[in-house]
């Protein structure tokens, strides 16, 4: 295992900070440090993936043929690493790391030749229809269904927790479309408009006060057969296809090591007398971080070398997730009554209102309350130590 990079390694780093450094407007910059969850508004979010269109660096895992870099998985950890540390706004990845891979890898020549092009441009902004309000964790047990009629599916069903559903003029989407002993067969993977009449959407409001999530509600949409991508009651097959693609080249640590620099520069504001106890969870918590670092790097050779991270996947997962909002908790600690006020105007971007109390106060609770989401999406943490326990500890 070595865990150095080469000198060429270390000079496409220097070139990736440079173009971060340059690349990024300053009200690109001040969207990054708004974002209160790890989503961005969708009008920054295209701006941000204009530029890296531009530049070549949208879809560094993609095939080079559809726009990908062709860099090697120890470059896709340089470029995240960076990424972190820039703070850039966040793009959507439905399309970019969802729907696209899936495509490349399932769909036909006609649907990669209308789509890809539009995922890439932001022309088409996608969300994802999985989870359903009796079929999250258990996602096979989905009950939203789609049924043959002529050149059409006639679709009906309600899709819940749908990231960006009211931003969205596409889903892609798993519905059932027949009935056999695995409930995994039978299920299909849709793509639907969210134009089309029948579709209906909720945006929900968390605690936090943001409403990025929505219930979607399917009420005889007709769905043409041919935006069916692989074959029918085989989606199971495309959205494992999917989830494999972008295997490696992640990197939470970096992120992490900024979000505790911010919240030592909120610690640095307090009295003296009061800093040694969260001074002390900040130094705990860094050490975790570096720890998980290691870890990532050691995932990042592994899979060099075997093609997968295999259960390493999950660890980071959970520790990084874990971590995160132990650090967000300390934040809000540390903003102490800044965190009271509810002032969403104060972080709207391009907002006059001035905050009260310092600006870090004004996202550190909503930050906080999103975060918890982190340990329950993309495969909740519990499933994730289950995973563990069969792949690893052999239970
Ligand atoms: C912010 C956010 C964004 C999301 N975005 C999307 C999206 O864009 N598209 C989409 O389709 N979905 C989305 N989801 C939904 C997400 O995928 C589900 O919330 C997740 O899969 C958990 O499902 P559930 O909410 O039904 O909880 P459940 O599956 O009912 O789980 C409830 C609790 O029980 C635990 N649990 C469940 N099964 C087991 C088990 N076998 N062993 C041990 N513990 C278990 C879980 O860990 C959890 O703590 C999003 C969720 C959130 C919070």
């Known amino acids: 295992m070595k865990l150095a990079f080469t000198r060429e390694e270390e000079a496409f780093r220097d070139e990736v900070r440079e173009f971060f ?3 990024l407007t300053d009200e690109l910059r001040q969207a990054g440090r708004l974002m209160t969850s790890v989503y961005s508004d969708k009008d920054v979010a295209l701006a941000w993936q204009k530029i890296l269109l531009e530049k070549g660096w949208l879809v560094p895992s993609w095939p080079q043929e559809h726009g990908g870099t062709g860099w090697s998985l120890t470059q896709r950890y340089i470029f995240a690493c960076e990424r972190a540390r820039a703070r850039p706004p966040a793009l959507s990845p439905m399309g970019l790391s969802m729907l696209g891979p899936a495509l490349l890898g399932h769909g ?4 990669k030749d209308h789509y890809l092009p539009r995922i890439l441009s932001g022309e088409d902004f996608w969300c994802q229809g999985y989870s359903e309000p009796q079929a999250g964790s258990d996602l096979a047990a989905l009950q939203c269904h789609a049924v043959r009629d002529g050149e059409y599916y006639v679709l009906n069903g309600t899709k819940i927790w749908t990231t960006h559903a009211h931003y ?6 798993l519905v059932r479309t027949g009935r056999f002993e695995r409930p995994q067969q039978g299920v299909s993977f849709l793509l639907v408009n969210m134009e089309d009449p029948g579709v209906r959407c909720e945006p929900i409001r968390f605690v936090s006060g943001c409403a990025t999530q929505c219930t979607v509600y399917f009420d005889n949409v007709r769905v043409p057969v041919t935006e069916i ?10 959205t494992k296809y999917l989830l494999e693609f972008e295997r490696g080249g992640g990197a939470a640590a ?12 909120l610690l640095a504001a307090l009295p003296e ?4 106890a969260p001074a002390r969870r900040l130094n705990d918590l860094e050490v975790q971080v570096h720890s998980l670092e290691l870890t990532e790097l050691r995932t990042l050779a592994e899979t060099e070398r075997t093609g997968s991270p295999g259960p390493a996947s999950s660890m980071l997962k959970i520790q990084g ?3 995160s909002q132990a650090i967000s908790e300390v934040a809000v600690e540390l903003v102490s009554l800044y965190g009271m006020p509810f002032q969403p105007d ?7 209102v001035a905050p009260i109390g310092p600006q870090e106060a004004v996202t550190a609770v909503p930050f906080y309350l999103n975060n918890r989401a982190a340990s329950i999406y993309a495969g909740s943490n519990e499933i994730q130590r289950n995973i563990i326990s069969k792949a690893v500890l052999g239970l």
């Open 346 to 352: 104060a972080y709207r971007l391009g907002s006059n």
């Open 321 to 323: 997730s874990e971590l």
């Open 168 to 173: 969205a003029n596409r889903m892609f989407c």
């Open 273 to 276: 007398a009061d800093r040694a």
């Open 254 to 265: 970096p992120g992490l090591l900024e979000a505790i620099g911010n919240a030592r520069d």
């Open 21 to 23: 450094a340059t690349a």
């Open 108 to 111: 036909t020549q006609a649907q």
């Open 229 to 238: 991508v692989g074959k029918e009651n085989e989606g199971w097959t495309v």
